[in-house]
Each structure stands twice: as C-alpha cells, then as structure tokens.
C-alpha cells in the first residue's frame, strides 16, 4: 500500500510538471510565431530613436506656374532628456536665448521621455536664436530642419488660398481642401540608444522625407492683380463694409480670379481675428440678386413660349398692384408702352412681374432650380453657402411677383456669376 501511495504522488508530480512544461512550450511558440512583430517592435521602440525631418509642403501655383505659395527653411528644438548632462546649465541657456522663463524649459528639459519637441517656443526658430543654440554644443540638444510656409504675394488672394497652423496643416482655403496632397510624409534621422538614452556610436539612417505634391490653380495672377488694385480703389473711395470680386472664363467656369475686403495676410494670421480669417465672401456671403435676376426670368418666358419679346407687348404706368403690394417702377410714370424685348432693356420691375405671373410659380421656379438656385456650386473651396429661395408651398401672388425680378431670394456671388 505504501508504495502505491508513492507511485500514485510521483505521477502526480510528473503530469504537473508535464503540464506545466506544454504550457511553456506553447506559451514560446505563439511569442515566437504569432507575437513576434509586435514584441519585437516593442523591443525596437526601447532602444531606437528617430529625430523628425518635415517634409516641405507641396507647393501652390497659378495657370503660369508663378508661385503663390511656397516654403521656407526653418530650424526648430528637439531634446533627448536622458543625453543631457548638466541639465540645470542646459535649462538656463536655453530659457535665456528663447526668452522664456527657466520654469517653461525646465519642463522640457527633465521631461521623462525618449525625445522631446520643444513646442511651441522652440519651433520655427530664427537663424540668429538657431546659431545660438549650435554654438552651446550640448548633449542631447538637437536643431532640426522645418519647413514653413510663406505666401510672397501677402495678401493677395488670402481667403482663396488660406493659411496653415505651426505644424503646417491646412486651416482654410485651398489649404485645407486639398490638404491631403500638399502634405507630404516626414523623414527622419535614425540612431540606436542604450538603455539610458546614450546614443550608439556609428548607427544613424538618414530617412528621407517625401515632399507633399503642387497645385497648379485657374488663378491667373496678372488678372488677379488687377481685381485686388480695383478693390482697394474702391475701398479707398467709398469705405464699404465688405467689397468682392470674381472673374470666371464663361467658357469654361474656371476661375481666373477672386478676391475681397476685409482680407488677411496668410504670413501672420495669428494677427486676425476667426471672422476675419473665414468670410471669403464670394463664396459666403448671400444677398438679394436684385435686377441681375431678371436675364433667368426672361430666358424661362421665352423658353417656355409665354412671350415673344419682339412682337408681344406690356404697358407700363409706372406701377402694378398684386393683391396687397403695389410694386413700383425705378422710372416715375412708368415706361410706357414697350415690347418685352424693351421691357428687359429698360430693366421694368412692372414687365417682369406680368413675365413672372405668364409663366406661374411651378414653371419659374423650376428654372431656378435648373439655374441651381438655393444650391452649391461645387466650387472646391470649403466654408460655400447655398443661398436662399422660397418653398414652393409658400409662394403666393406676392412671392412670385418679387421672385421674378429678383427680391425675397438670396444667392452667392459665385453661383450669380455661374
């Protein structure tokens, strides 16, 4: 009996050890199969080290090529804590030459991390605070390249080409549309480290950033130029709250220049307000259409048959009642008798309602609809409105006598020009 006991404890201890042994054995062939990239890139992450390059911002061109906004070379202050020496020396100095407080580096300077970017007072730094900072020779303080972005026009056609932020990310305009190609990927220089963060001699790989791609606009900068002169003559003259501008080829629909007051210079947008920054007003800003209108209501009548602007006549007194509201002529006593075609010479708010009340409100307003009015453009410009007209449930006599020459309806200065 006693030595079966024994046996039995024995296999007992043995199909424990079994065990245990299979579950080592699986346990290292799912590390070594199935674990493998992810520890190994765990591992990697301990003792490699990369100092970031930035790629250069693609750039952004008019029809000519001439250049509308490009890049600048900038240094900006990265740290590997653990390389530095003498922090406390490291932490005066720099303080000093940045013009910070020693409080505001000693957070950089002691932060427990592999590599610190110092931001935002180490970035974008000058050439003479970059000389500085190389002539210290520290450990573990290192300059590397920026880019940043520069605009040589200034001014000039701001809103349509935006700005970006420190980290050169587009914010608004054609920066922001089409960030996604003008950022390009970063480089980097790689070294190894040892446990303490000391860099290992000889083992640094150059990684080399990939520039973001160009953007070649239907901006032509020699009629741009002339549409901002013309808007500052006018600003100048008669001191307006808001002046806009755009040029289109009505052939094509590209645009050859756009522009308006208030404007920003995209070099120092940190100087303006949001609203100012954001309002590019010939995509934003809605208005009644006024008289221009009128063209669309002429080509639904003749379209649609209900006039024929040579032959057919209307006599304007001077005003014509519709239910409630009488709408008057801009002329005193009206124009008289005309034909349709005078009617849209003389640009008769009387004529156009007859035109408006001849077609019906379902007939006119689904040519506002094929005009796209109350809809976007598409342009590829963020931040475009829509512009407004009524529904057709809510039009009445009134609505539809003052749709037909342009009052109660809103549009965007670029769908008008489209």
Known sequence: MFTKGIDKRIKIVLLIFSSILLIIVLRVFYVQVFDYKKLSSLASDLWSRNLPIEASRGRILDRNGEVLADNITTTSLVLIPNQIKNKE?????????????????????YKETSIERVHPEGRRLSYEIADKIEALNFDGVYLVKESKRYYPYGEMLSHVLGYVGIDNQGLSGIELQYDDYLTGENGAIKYFSDAKGNKLALTDLYIEPQNGMDLQLTIDINIQKSVERELDNVVDMFNPDMALAVVMDPKTGEILAMSSRPNFDPNNYQNYTTEELSRNLPIWASYEPGSTQKIVTTAAAVEEGVVDLFKDTFTDTGSVQVDTARIKCWKAGGHGHQTFLQ????????????????????????????????QKTGIDLNGEGEGIIFPLSRVGNIELATTAFGQGISVTPIHLVV
Do not use: W
């Open 89 to 109: 020396e490291v932490t005066t100095k720099l303080a000093e030459i940045l013009g910070v407080t020693y409080e505001e580096m000693e957070e950089h300077v």
């Open 343 to 374: 009617v849209l010479q003389n640009s008769c708010n009387p004529g156009f309602v007859k035109m408006g009340q001849l077609l019906g409100k379902e007939r006119l307003f689904s040519y506002l609809d094929l005009f796209g009015f109350g």
